[in-house]
Nanobody, 124 residues
Framework: VQLQASGGGLVQPGESLSLSCAAS????????MAWYRQAPGNERELVAS???????NYADSVQGRFTISRDNAWDTVSLQMNRLKPEDTAVYYC???????????????????WGQGTQVTVSS
């Protein structure tokens, strides 16, 4: 089971960017999904999260500018980032709480998975 993130890049302040993350493997179900970010010298922080029924939560710093969404049919989570600021510059990581199928029929196991990270740079 793995997560593959995409969509990072370099944008100017005020512009928008969209990140996407797809889960793959022997997935039985996905519970919470989230985006984190880590800027140089800082700890990794939660940006936004979404439950399997669509309830969302945002960091105060991105509330009203970022929107997290998910597609349960395709096992993907996205982050739409608007009105980007230089302080949004960081490596963004997707995260998911996944229940996967094991080699034993009917048995599943739960695992927390991180994507590989994608760089977002906001600079003029």
């Amino acid at each position: 089971v793995q997560l593959q993130a995409s969509g990072g890049g370099l944008v100017q302040p005020g512009e928008s960017l969209s990140l996407s993350c797809a889960a793959s493997g022997e997935i039985h179900s996905i519970n919470g999904m989230a985006w984190y970010r880590q800027a140089p010298g800082n700890e990794r922080e939660l940006v936004a999260s979404i439950t399997n029924d669509g309830s969302t939560n945002y960091a105060d710093s991105v509330q009203g500018r970022f929107t997290i969404s998910r597609d349960n049919a395709w096992d993907t989570v996205s982050l739409q980032m608007n009105r980007l600021k230089p302080e949004d510059t960081a490596v963004y990581y997707c995260n998911a709480d996944i229940r996967y199928k094991t080699m034993i029929p009917g048995f599943t196991r739960r695992i927390n998975v991180w994507g590989q990270g994608t760089q977002v740079t906001v600079s003029s």
